[in-house]
């Protein structure tokens, strides 16, 4: 479900709506959902979120997306900006990390998530989405960011991130239960060191393996 490939249809759910992936897979993926109903299961240890109602949806379209929206064709696109990564994610869906596998392979040198959060130019109106960056201890919300969004908006998030947090989120909501071009986009996704709450010291060992 986590691929740069084009899968071009739309994807319903069958089964559970989480599917928890195997670390043989990617160990530092620890799952991803369909966001059929709420409260909704958003890690493999079972932290539930309530949702509201308007962002659930029977399917998503394509997969969850490495270094693309789901305007397929470009890099992307998030604001009208152009960026070299990022995650795109059609609406109604999610996808979650697993910080400890992180912080395993890679050190604990970071303390806050950073992205460019927003949508592409993909319009179907005054259709919204709502994106969110959820942070969770194994069986309870720590930390949430949600905004909605129209085509073509974007804003910088930055969210703190502390030695409580095992798992990151990242998911869009249909808004409104209607899904049409609701491609929710977060440009530039990084784990980052903020020192002396200044954003200046982007520490370059980030999350990209988290979008292999
Ligand atoms: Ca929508």
Redesign the pocket.
Same mark, same amino acid.
């Given at each position: 479900m986590f691929r740069k490939k084009f899968h071009g249809s739309w994807l319903l759910n069958t089964g559970e709506a989480f599917q928890a992936i195997d670390d043989a897979v990617s160990p530092f993926i620890d799952g991803v959902f369909i966001l059929v109903g709420t409260p909704a299961t958003i890690s493999s240890t079972g932290v539930l979120f309530e949702f509201p109602a308007g962002d659930t949806h029977p399917s998503t379209h394509n997969y969850i997306l490495k270094d693309r929206t789901h305007d397929i064709c470009r890099e992307p696109i998030c604001g009208g900006e152009a960026f070299e990564t990022g995650i795109g994610i059609h609406?109604s869906a999610g996808i979650t990390f697993d910080l400890d596998a992180i912080r395993a392979d890679e050190g604990n040198n970071w303390n806050h998530f950073s992205a460019r959060v927003g949508r592409d130019s993909c319009s179907c109106g005054e =259709?919204?989405?709502n994106n969110y960056v959820i942070l969770s201890a194994t069986d309870h919300v720590l930390a949430v960011y949600r905004r909605d969004f129209l085509p073509n908006e974007a804003e910088g998030v930055l969210l703190p991130i502390n030695e409580d947090a095992k798992f990151l989120t990242l998911a869009t909501g249909?808004?409104? =239960? #209607?899904?049409?071009c #609701?491609h929710g986009v977060f440009a530039n996704a990084k784990l980052i060191t903020v020192k002396d709450n200044q954003a200046d010291d982007e520490d370059e060992d980030d999350d990209d393996k988290e979008e292999d």
């Amino acid at each position: 479900m986590f691929r740069k490939k084009f899968h071009g249809s739309w994807l319903l759910n069958t089964g559970e709506a989480f599917q928890a992936i195997d670390d043989a897979v990617s160990p530092f993926i620890d799952g991803v959902f369909i966001l059929v109903g709420t409260p909704a299961t958003i890690s493999s240890t079972g932290v539930l979120f309530e949702f509201p109602a308007g962002d659930t949806h029977p399917s998503t379209h394509n997969y969850i997306l490495k270094d693309r929206t789901h305007d397929i064709c470009r890099e992307p696109i998030c604001g009208g900006e152009a960026f070299e990564t990022g995650i795109g994610i059609h609406a109604s869906a999610g996808i979650t990390f697993d910080l400890d596998a992180i912080r395993a392979d890679e050190g604990n040198n970071w303390n806050h998530f950073s992205a460019r959060v927003g949508r592409d130019s993909c319009s179907c109106g005054e =259709n919204r989405v709502n994106n969110y960056v959820i942070l969770s201890a194994t069986d309870h919300v720590l930390a949430v960011y949600r905004r909605d969004f129209l085509p073509n908006e974007a804003e910088g998030v930055l969210l703190p991130i502390n030695e409580d947090a095992k798992f990151l989120t990242l998911a869009t909501g249909a808004f409104e =239960n #209607d899904i049409c071009c #609701d491609h929710g986009v977060f440009a530039n996704a990084k784990l980052i060191t903020v020192k002396d709450n200044q954003a200046d010291d982007e520490d370059e060992d980030d999350d990209d393996k988290e979008e292999d």
